[in-house]
């Protein structure tokens, strides 16, 4: 990919990728001490028009990360929001596209510490490219465990804690799998690598409670409202034993990037036939009608690009 076109927000102002560098010793480089976020723009051409999904969401989990950090945040989350909007604009973004929001700790030396740190952020926008296959995945359980919360918090999206994920999925696809599934330290299930995870059995949606060290997602959290609200689905959230995967009907991850992407096997074992089942299918044609604004009633979830500042593309 060149990112030399690319216009960035670093720094405090708009600037060219290549002019916004950070030195070999910067403190979140070094050492992890970092938050970032993953938004997803989804170009509309029927509109001619990108539309960013439940960005206010998106910065409201940032600050949270940044704070649990002790990084402060220079800009509000409507000013966040503001210069995404124009950082799309300004790369004319005309494709699918991957925001990158993240915070660091900037200090060029060496010492292990959050305290006494100058911090920094910057966002960066990219066209998007597909992260897993959709057509269905083959999955293992991993011999990594997730990150605990006596450990790091991993309900913040903490450049350093991904090291975890980094190791699972590497495990899985130099295995022979497609992706990753962590277990707690406890040995319930997490989730996927980069993903939060759901199961189905006798109609019912279960997913992994928050106590099992999961990162709360904003897609998560989308999904469980409009299978309940849309669908009518009975919503379980408890800890899930390795057993029940095994057993599931439906398996499927859910994440900004992934979208909602099916599970075919786990542990070679296959899951339901093999393809995408019912349920799965239903909310993956909802949750793409509604990010691509064929859904009247979720226009709340969508930040229009072009339409904001009144720009024709």
Not at 139 to 157: G, L
Not at 210 to 218: A, F, I, M, T
Not at 245 to 255: I, S, W
């Amino acid at each position: 990919m060149d990112l030399s076109s690319i216009t960035v927000y670093a720094e405090g102002g708009f600037r060219r990728y290549e002019d916004a560098k950070v030195g070999l010793l910067t403190h979140g480089l070094q050492y992890g001490t970092g938050c970032f976020e993953g938004i997803r723009g989804y170009w509309v051409q029927e509109e001619r028009e990108l539309l960013l999904v439940l960005l206010r969401d998106h910065f409201e989990r940032f600050a949270t990360s940044a704070k649990i950090l002790t990084i402060s945040l220079s800009k509000s989350i409507d000013e966040l929001v503001d210069i995404t909007v124009e950082l799309c604009q300004r790369n004319n973004c005309r494709t699918d596209t991957y925001v990158r929001p993240f915070a660091y700790k900037a200090a060029e030396d060496v010492g292990v510490r959050l305290h006494g740190v100058p911090d920094a952020f910057a966002i960066v926008p990219i066209p998007f490219t597909p992260y897993l296959d959709p057509s269905g995945l083959h999955v293992c359980v991993s011999s990594w465990r997730r990150t605990d919360d006596t450990m790091a918090p991993p309900r913040a999206k903490i450049t350093g804690l991904y090291v975890n994920s980094a190791l699972a999925k590497s495990e899985a696809v130099q295995n022979g799998y497609d992706e990753a599934i962590l277990l707690s330290h406890d040995g319930h299930v997490a989730e996927g690598s980069a993903e939060n995870i759901f199961l189905v059995r006798k109609g019912v949606l279960y997913t992994p409670d928050p106590s099992q060290n999961v990162l709360e997602g904003v897609t998560r959290r989308a999904i469980i409202d409009i299978a309940r609200r849309e669908l009518g689905l009975e919503i379980v959230e408890r800890s899930i034993d390795r057993g029940e995967l095994y057993a599931a009907e439906e398996v499927f991850f859910t994440g900004t990037a992934v979208g909602i992407c099916h599970v075919s096997s786990i542990d070679r074992r296959i899951v339901g036939n093999g393809t995408i089942g019912p349920i799965t299918q239903s909310l993956s044609n909802l949750y793409q009608r509604i990010v691509t604004g064929r859904e009247p009633r979720y226009e709340g979830w969508l930040t229009r690009t072009y339409a904001s500042a009144g720009v024709k593309v």
